[in-house]
Nanobody, 126 residues
Framework: QVQLVESGGGLVQAGGSLRLSCAASGRRFSLYTMGWFRQAPGKEREFAAA????????TYAEPVKGRFTISRDNAKSTVYLQMNSLKPEDTAVYYCAADETPRMMPSSNPSRYEYWGQGTQVTVSS
């Protein structure tokens, strides 16, 4: 069982930056593909970014590409999401997730992720 705890959300003005963190329990963190998803009010959960366990490959959704950067520190069992040039449409609850199947290419499909954090709210004001 893996527990994920997100932090770093908050209120920021458009154009600002936030850095989300997700700390994982357990000893197998380096083997997990880690993803960030988000869910805005009234909308379905959507993929934002992911970092594979094998090969160090990252992938991003088009709306965040060039503005968000996912990174991981396996020694600290933590994955990060650096969010720059934030827009009001980035407002959502952000979730980190762990996929325990080793993959060269990280998946954007939420059903591939077995473990989820409780989420952290990000609000971007215009």
């Amino acid at each position: 069982q893996v527990q994920l705890v997100e932090s770093g959300g908050g209120l920021v003005q458009a154009g600002g930056s936030l850095r989300l963190s997700c700390a994982a329990s357990g000893r197998r963190f380096s083997l997990y593909t880690m993803g960030w998803f988000r869910q805005a009010p009234g909308k379905e959960r959507e993929f934002a970014a992911a970092y594979s366990s094998s090969g160090g490959t990252t992938t991003y959704a088009e709306p965040v590409k060039g503005r968000f950067t996912i990174s991981r520190d396996n020694a600290k069992s933590t994955v990060y999401l650096q969010m720059n040039s934030l827009k009001p449409e980035d407002t959502a609850v952000y979730y980190c997730a762990a996929d325990e199947t080793p993959r060269m290419m990280p998946s954007s499909n939420p059903s591939r992720y077995e473990y989820w954090g409780q989420g952290t709210q990000v609000t971007v004001s215009s």
